[in-house]
């Protein structure tokens, strides 16, 4: 196999990461992966050649990658799927970019969009409509927020670090009383520097549109995807754990608005909810320079977006499947679309005709393939051996 058909995989132990591996490997493209977690299940994959250990989300990646053999004229792509990997390689570019080819934004638009406060800011200064929000740094900020942003309150962390992960699976906390705020705020308040509060615009998981796309390095962008999730788990504040495309051009119109607003290159994902009732997209949040859980969603509708991404970058010709067509393309995490499913069918927030109706159509599935089964039925196993992973979800999105 040539040179140039060579990926390094940064973050397998995601769900994000071990579809990126699955999806380019399935062009041909040999796999070299990197994880944090040895004992994952998702590195149980027989999909790349090797799989190195290290600390994927600080300096001690940038070593590991210096070891690495990338033997010729023609260095292997680096696929950062992770936001602290992505931090890493965007710090130390200058010290990795004669080894190895990547595209990412400059690193002071990587800072501004991964961080939720200058995100929210930057957004605001280009029109971008977002749910009444305030950042908490200390408990004077907390009583303000309290005290104007309009509950419920969604609370998560301003940049997600590796304490918060440690503590929690949950990338958001949804709390309908101050009270509440205030204990989240004291039991996370070492996790992480400062924190985002916000008003819950109303609507159910199926309001949550998504946008991927990806930007050569003149900005330009040569695949896009719109999609809106299904179901989450948790339900209601977790990771999307069903999607269906949809034709959304409000959406794709206020994505390109926001990257076009800074010199972008890369991959690219802006999440929002739609008011349902009055239609408005509320931006909620950037997904920076790398594949999220439903990139996956876009080859399943015929869009080839990681290998867009891949022969832009080794200079090869581009796929001709760049275009979404809309033939009502499903993904699906099973694990976890099952227990969301249970838990909103207890609820009757949903009827089994609808959970049936949502699989119907062209679909891929996150973790379990009939090809690389071990990591789905790793995490089936670990999961009946400790049930308390039910209820944390999954590392990544």
Avoid at 103 to 126: E, T, Y
Avoid at 257 to 278: H, M
Avoid at 321 to 332: H, S
Wanted: hydrophobic share 40%; charged share 25%.
């Amino acid at each position: 196999m040539t040179a140039e058909k060579r990926a390094i995989v940064i973050g397998i132990d995601s769900l994000q990461g071990l579809q990126a591996a699955r999806i380019l490997h399935g062009h041909g493209i040999e796999i070299t992966a990197i994880a944090k977690d040895p004992g994952h299940p998702y590195c149980r994959t027989r999909v790349p050649a090797n799989i190195l250990y290290t600390d994927t989300g600080s300096d001690e990646l940038v070593s590991t990658l210096s070891a690495i053999d990338t033997g010729g004229d023609d260095p292997p792509v680096l696929v950062p799927c992770q936001d602290q990997s992505v931090a890493v390689v965007s710090r130390r570019r200058d010290d990795l970019a004669d080894r190895f080819r990547f595209n990412l934004p400059p690193a002071d638009v990587v800072d501004q969009l991964m961080a939720k406060p200058s995100f929210i800011r930057h957004a605001q200064q280009i029109g971008l409509t977002l749910p009444p929000s305030l950042l908490v740094a200390d408990n004077q900020d907390l009583k303000r927020a309290a005290k104007e942003i309009e509950p419920p309150y969604v609370f998560k962390p301003a940049v997600r670090t590796a304490r918060w992960d440690a503590k929690t699976r949950r990338k958001v906390y949804i709390v309908d009383r101050p009270d509440q705020l205030r204990a989240l705020y004291a039991t996370h308040r070492e996790d992480a520097e400062s924190f985002v509060v916000q008003s819950l615009i109303p609507g159910d998981d199926s309001t949550l549109h998504s946008f991927n796309g990806y930007f050569d390095r003149s900005g330009t962008p040569l695949a896009t995807f719109t999609a809106r999730k299904l179901r989450q788990w948790p339900p209601g504040a977790g990771s999307s754990s069903s999607g269906e495309e949809v034709d959304d051009e409000e959406l794709r119109t206020m994505a390109l608005k926001l990257f076009s607003s800074v010199p972008y290159r890369g991959l690219a994902y802006l999440e929002t909810k739609r008011d349902p009732r009055t239609g408005t997209h509320y931006a909620i949040e950037a997904n920076v320079a790398r594949p999220t859980g439903r990139s996956a969603i876009a080859e399943a509708g015929g869009v080839e977006l990681l290998l867009t991404m891949f022969n832009d970058i080794v200079g090869a010709p581009l796929p001709a499947a760049r275009i979404q067509t809309f033939t009502g393309a499903k993904w699906i995490d099973l694990r976890h679309d099952l227990q969301s499913a249970l838990v909103l069918l207890r609820r009757r927030e949903t009827t089994a005709r609808e959970v049936i109706t949502s699989y119907r159509g062209p679909k891929a599935f996150a973790i379990a393939s009939a090809r690389d089964p071990l990591p789905f039925l790793a995490d089936m196993a670990s999961v009946i051996i400790d049930p308390r992973r039910q209820r944390k979800g999954r590392t990544g999105g």
